[in-house]
């Protein structure tokens, strides 16, 4: 859900046309902020939950998307005010606010910026980090940057950042785990978006800025010339290794190509006009 409101933010910025942002408003609403707490319920105390149906957990898959849609929907408020699920931009900067740091609080390293999966039902963290989840604590700092400038939020983005394109990158010789199928092999593009937003704020210092692109354009340059087999034109979720020509190839693995390939085209053509 929170997947479809951001994709119609975008349609929004790309058409102008505000029936896909007020679309976007009403899916928040109705879908995701619904979903938020109970606050003083333990052992949540506040935290999107995963699912709709039951309070199974509060999920880092949650609550960063729900926090970076948050941000955008506080960026556009002022835009068809007059619809009956719009909120003020204060409202959704609030709001965006206790989502980000509710997942800060409970589910993210302040020593080593991993983001872990979840909270259980039982207080349990689930200690594992995914790239998907990276990705999106990433874009909702930046948005929050965006809108506050507090530089709190950019200290974050970058820890974590960091996390990801070191630790979480050595175990595949600098660059993120191979992911051939599943929701998985989707995950590493959703990071690299975020990633592109981040190298691309003016106010990333220099050197960050150099490392941070470096990494996604050798990660970038790996798939090219490693990765896709040139005559399907496909990846296959392999940085190091073509997907053979006799068997298909997944949908997820060939978006994050495709997504990893847009956030360098981003990046670069950013650094070509400053």
């Known amino acids: ?43 949540w105390y506040g935290g999107v939950t995963w699912k709709t149906d039951v309070a199974k957990s509060k999920n880092a898959c949650s609550n960063g998307p729900a926090a970076i849609l948050a941000a955008r929907l506080a960026q556009f408020a002022s835009v068809d005010a007059s619809n009956a699920k719009n909120k003020s931009a204060d409202e959704y900067l609030a709001e965006a606010l206790k989502i980000y740091r509710w997942e800060r609080k409970y589910l993210w390293d302040s020593t080593t910026g991993a983001v872990y999966d979840n909270m259980n039902r039982n207080g349990e963290i689930g200690r594992f980090s995914l790239s998907y989840n990276q990705g999106t604590f990433i874009g909702a700092a930046v948005e929050l940057f965006r809108l506050t400038k507090d ?16 630790p979480m990158s050595r175990r595949n010789r600098g660059l993120l785990s191979d992911a051939t199928n599943g929701d998985g092999a989707l995950f590493h593009g959703i990071f690299f978006r975020y990633l592109a937003n ?14 941070f692109t470096d990494y996604l354009m050798r990660s970038a340059t790996t ?37 990893l390939l847009e956030a360098a085209c981003k990046v670069t053509a950013v650094a070509e006009n400053q």
């Open 223 to 259: 798939l090219v010339r490693r990765g896709v087999n040139h005559e399907t034109k496909l990846y296959g979720g392999r940085w190091r290794q073509p997907w053979p020509t006799d068997e298909p190839s997944a949908l997820n693995p060939h978006v994050t190509g495709c997504a």
């Open 198 to 211: 981040l190298i691309v704020l003016p106010e990333l210092d220099d050197a960050a800025r150099q490392e």
């Open 1 to 43: 859900m929170e997947w479809h409101a951001l994709a119609l933010v975008r349609i929004y910025e790309a058409t102008g046309e505000t029936r896909y942002l007020n679309k976007a408003r009403q899916l928040y609403a109705d879908w995701i902020w619904t979903q938020w707490g109970p606050e003083d319920e333990a052992p």
């Open 151 to 166: 530089p709190s939020f950019l200290d974050d983005a970058v820890l974590t950042a960091r996390y990801t394109t070191g």
